[in-house]
């Protein structure tokens, strides 16, 4: 039986004939979801948030690609069919989804109830995510152009999914917007949250998120494959999470039999999550909170003498701007040096960045440098990028790398 649902009045969409110049039809040919509003060349009439925009090539006049068109967005047009015409309706979004549970499908075999169902543009839905937390489903949506869509696709998540609430989040923009249909950040859309705090797992792991307050859907996802690793190699060891959020590395390494993990963050709250994230869980090591900016607390421990076995530093993206990338080069550079000089002989340093502005390849020589640069040598263990369900499927899709040197 089919869920069905009434989450928004029926907007009415148009169709959108468009036709692009070379460049951005060269783009749009090789699979890439972005269609810039100055790549537009012919447009049949005005369109409104969601408006399926149908866009033909230039020559031949066949359809080359389906998108929704988003008159307030410099990326006028978000891809999500390529090659063939076919309906975008709700027997659409089924496939579309079921696509995206598959490629989970080996996750969801480990000890895991937590995880990213749709990932923007790489699940072929620009600007829409959708994370499962145990029963509870957290959709966040980046653009009005999901609005006229959501009785389709809300439906489908749930039957796919088989969670029994549903949350629905808004990017800053859309909340202050005025057009959304009455719907609101942290609006219950379905069923009925009980505790806006869900206890869920993470390879045998619990942890909790405010899927209600918490930021983006409540918890980061993406690096559970790391956390794991993590978990793997600190038993017994004495651990340093920096940038600790809610303790996504530190309660693994916990868990996984750690003498003594430290979490530092400048948020008190993020700090408070990560104890309580903690006591979910069997552990005999010690846990502590340092709430600090993390270059001044990082210097501090060093002053102090202090030093650990493993170290993770994984702090937010330095460059929501292209502007800001020198100088987030410049702090990736200096985290390295001073995980560095705080790292045991032998011990492992973890590095990761989450600014796909940086690219992976600048990340990793910049980590090594600096860490010769303090005198030390490393061998490299391993790399890594996004777990799998946050697949890849376009350049600026990447955002996540990480590095794990033993650093002598
Ligand atoms: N490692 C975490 C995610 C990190 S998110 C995980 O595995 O889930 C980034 C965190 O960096 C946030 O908790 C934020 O409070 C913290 N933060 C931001 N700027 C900081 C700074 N200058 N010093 C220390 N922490 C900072």
């Known amino acids: ?12 969409i148009k169709r959108l004939a468009i036709k692009l110049r070379p460049i951005g039809e060269k783009m749009v040919k090789k699979g890439h979801p972005w ?19 149908i866009v033909y090539d230039k020559k031949a006049n066949n359809i080359i690609a ?23 309706d709700s027997k659409w979004f089924q496939t579309r989804i079921l696509e995206s549970y598959t490629i989970r499908k080996p996750l969801l075999k480990t000890d895991t109830n937590s995880y990213r169902l749709i990932f923007g543009e790489n699940d072929h839905m620009p600007g829409f995510i ?34 029994t609430t549903a949350v629905l989040r808004l990017s800053r923009a859309l909340q202050t917007s005025e057009k959304t249909y009455n719907l609101y950040d942290g609006q219950v859309i379905y069923g009925i949250l009980e505790n806006e705090v869900v206890i869920f797992r993470e390879h045998g792991v619990l942890f909790s998120a405010n899927v209600i307050k918490g930021h983006k ?29 809610a303790g996504g590395f530190s309660v693994h390494a916990l868990a996984g039999g750690a003498n003594e993990v430290i979490s530092l963050d400048i948020s008190r709250q993020a700090l408070k999550m990560a104890e309580e994230n903690a006591a979910l869980n069997h552990h005999s090591g010690k846990h502590s ?9 990082l210097q501090k421990l060093i002053n102090n003498g ?48 989450c600014s796909s ?11 090594e440098q600096n860490i010769l640069k303090e005198g030390k040598k490393y061998t490299l263990l391993k790399k890594t990028y996004h777990d799998i369900d946050h697949p890849i499927t376009f350049p600026e899709g990447a955002y996540l790398k990480c590095g794990y040197y033993q650093v002598t």
């Open 217 to 245: 859907t409540g918890y980061f996802l993406d690096h559970r494959d790391n956390r794991k690793h993590v978990g793997l190699i600190s038993k017994g060891k004495t651990v340093l999470d920096v940038f600790s959020y």
């Open 306 to 353: 202090n030093q650990f076995d493993v170290i993770v530093i994984d702090p937010p993206s330095f460059a929501k701007k292209e502007l800001e990338v020198s100088k987030a080069k410049n702090s990736y550079a200096r985290l390295a040096r001073l995980g560095a000089k705080l790292i045991k002989p032998n011990g492992t340093l973890v590095l990761a960045s």
């Open 357 to 367: 502005r940086v690219t992976s390849e600048d990340f990793f020589e910049i980590s």
């Open 66 to 88: 389906i998108g929704l068109y988003d008159p307030v967005s410099p990326i006028r047009i978000k891809l999500i069919q390529f090659k063939k015409a076919v309906q975008i």
């Open 35 to 53: 269609v810039f509003a100055d790549s537009i060349i012919k447009q049949n009439s005005d369109g409104n948030a969601g408006d399926l925009a």
């Open 130 to 163: 959708a994370d499962v937390y145990d029963t509870v489903l957290v959709v966040k949506l980046y653009s009005h152009i999901w609005f006229p869509y959501l009785n389709d696709i809300i439906p489908r998540l749930i039957d796919q999914t088989g969670c």
């Open 289 to 297: 909170i340092i709430v600090a900016d993390a270059f001044d607390g």
């Open 1 to 12: 039986m089919h869920t069905i649902m009434n989450i928004v009045p029926q907007i009415e």
